[in-house]
């Protein structure tokens, strides 16, 4: 079978962590199966539907890496085809046009409430024949009897008996097709072979079935995902982490890392926790999918992203972290930058942090800021008198490299028998106006001699 899956967001709102692994797993089925990969923007709420909103959906794809073969395409621009489907219903007899007014149809429901029945449309113009007119809607015939039932490939076996659906709406009054005449008619004209999505749309698949057999087309498999909790197993809110994809990116995830948490959650290869892309198309599964829903943990996916962060060459973490520093008001070379990153690196949880914290590597000396209570419990007269001396001796290094930088240290603290930790935070205040940063030795050789004696002569005439 030639796999072709889809991904049908609609844009009313911001592609966010739910819609995107649904993309993801539609993506890698068919990557698996080298198959297509096609993107449907589903435009038909004509109120809600922006193109800012179509904008951050493809933007998010591309950052993602989740590249589709074709499309996009755009509901709105496809009137015409669904219109032709409806038609062809019509024509067939397995669909007719209906006058009950919203009003009627509401008391339908009303009565059948009260005599403990399935409140729906009774199907009273459903053999009146009529023809089209103002304020007229299509209905599909749904049969009378039996039941509609389909292999979910998560779910496993799922029937549906037909009473208990009524003969939907296929156009509405305005002249507009609904939602599941518009999906079948896109992924029948598409041919689309796996339907991949959230099982929120459970509900519309029977109705899409019974238009498939109405239209003698071939039917999908179907794949309902199993939706995405937050830590208190309550549908994921904006609190727990459904933030829009770009979101996580302006925070300082990387793509790599948002893919592979994504994927599992809600699919599983043995224990295996890390993958690459190559490994999720090889490995990946619809077999392997949770039929159970997935909690989202925050603290997996910083564990992920540092894991990324720790592997991603310098030279391509320079531009992604150089962005955020660009931000913070700083515009450091690239050269620079690449000696302070790797500082970082086995440490950083996001980019973000990573940039807000090498900022005093940034800084001008002379605008550098001080945490004064460090500087009051660290530079006393005791420590200031080591570092004066320290600072004379490193005045005469000519490589001031890490090596250079350890041996002079340890031969003042051979000489004068006071221990490290006794001038390590005074030091490390003075240099960075905190009492928190990577390596002393490895600090200062970034930050070249010059700069270190600066602002360690700036430290000592403090008085706080």
Known sequence: ???????????????????????????????????????????????????????????????????????PYFQSQREKIYQEYIEKLLEKGAAYYCECSPEEVEKMREEARAKGLKPKYNGKCRNKNLGPGKNRVVRLKVPLEGSTSFYDLVKGEISVNNQELDDFILRRSDGT????????????????????????????????????????????????????????????????????????????????????YLARLGWAYGDQEIFSREELIEKFSLKKLNKS????????LLWLNSHYIKN?????LVPLVKEFVYNLGYKPEDRYLAKIIPLYQPRAKTLKEMAESLQFFLIEDNKLEYD??????????????????????????????QKELENLFQDYLQETGIKFKLIAQPLRVSITGQTFSPGLFETMEVLGKERVLTRLEKALNLNV
Do not use: C
Request: proline share 5%; hydrophobic share 40%.
């Open 372 to 401: 004064l209570k460090a500087v009051k419990k660290f530079l006393t007269a005791d420590t200031k008198k080591h570092l004066n001396a320290l600072l004379n001796k490193m005045k005469s290094i000519k490589d001031f490299n």
């Open 312 to 316: 991603t060459p310098i030279e391509k």
């Open 293 to 300: 829903a997935s909690v989202f943990d925050i603290e997996k």
């Open 1 to 71: 079978m030639n796999v072709i899956t889809r991904f049908a967001p609609s844009p009313t709102g911001y592609l966010h962590i739910g819609g995107a692994r649904t993309a993801l797993f539609s993506w890698l089925w068919a990557k698996k199966n080298k198959g297509k990969f096609i993107l449907r923007i589903e435009d038909t709420d004509k109120e809600r539907s922006t193109q800012e909103m179509t904008n951050a959906i493809l933007e998010a794809m591309d950052w993602l890496g989740l590249d589709y073969d074709l499309g």
């Open 177 to 260: 097709p609904t939602y599941n005449l518009a999906v079948v008619v896109d992924d029948l004209t598409m041919g689309i072979t796996h339907v991949i999505r959230g099982d929120d749309h459970i509900n519309n698949t029977p109705k899409q079935i019974l238009i498939y057999k109405a239209l003698e087309a071939p039917i999908p498999e179907f794949a309902h995902v199993p939706m995405i909790l937050g830590p208190d197993k309550k549908k994921l809110s904006k609190r727990h982490g459904a933030l829009s994809v770009m979101v996580y990116k302006e925070q300082g995830f990387l793509p790599e890392a948002i893919i592979n």
